[in-house]
């Protein structure tokens, strides 16, 4: 892999994890130990590749996947991922950089900032999807995500070029998206000082 080709990777990675932070570490791992030709991890990152690694790995995506569909224990998990996404992103990412091209600093700080931002952004729609929708959307949100840190972490392994376009594409998204709300809001609040 070539430096920007790990580079791509890496943003992939991260923000997956982001997503759901369990499942880039799992795949990476787990695609590492079952198809070394796909994807060689360098210490201490082979440690992912670990068994015993994987199995917990498994369990806490199961747990995850399982609680973030119930309204009450979403939030708590969304609290816990404050520290939980930004650190496995940051994991990721170095381990994404097996040849070790790319700086370790820049990949951490990059695994740090797009998993932090990928889950303050989820961390923020599902408040809102939950006032909305009296918690009825939170299962179909919590899926979308979840599948969308699997595809990404598909691409990340398989095409990075187009999991960065991604990223992109979801960063442009999710702009959009809370300018939207940002218009929303001002416009309830134009209304109720003119009412």
């Keep these: 892999m070539n430096e920007l080709s790990t580079l791509f990777s890496a943003l992939g990675f991260s923000t997956a994890a982001g997503f759901n932070a369990y499942i880039p570490l799992l795949a990476l791992g787990a695609t590492a130990h079952y198809a070394p030709a796909l994807v060689r991890l360098s210490a201490p990152y082979d440690l992912l590749a670990n068994p015993w690694v994987l199995l917990a790995l498994g369990l806490l ?82 899926l979308a995500e979840d599948v969308l840190s699997a595809v990404l972490s598909a691409l990340a392994m398989l095409a990075p070029a187009l999991a960065a376009l991604g990223v992109v ?20 609040g134009r209304q109720r000082a003119g009412g």
């Design 169 to 188: 594409v979801l960063a442009l998204g999710v702009v959009v998206l809370l300018r939207r709300l940002a218009q929303r809001r001002a416009s309830r």
């Design 61 to 142: 995506a199961i747990l995850d996947f399982i609680g973030d569909k119930v309204p009450a224990v979403d939030h708590v998990l969304h609290a816990v991922g404050v520290v939980v996404a930004p650190v496995a992103g940051a994991v990721v990412a170095l381990a994404a950089n097996g040849g070790g091209e790319v700086n370790p600093l820049l990949l951490a700080a990059c695994g740090l900032v797009l998993a932090g931002g990928a889950h303050a952004a989820r961390a923020t729609v599902r408040p809102a999807a939950t006032v909305g929708t009296g918690g009825l959307a939170n299962p179909a949100l919590s």
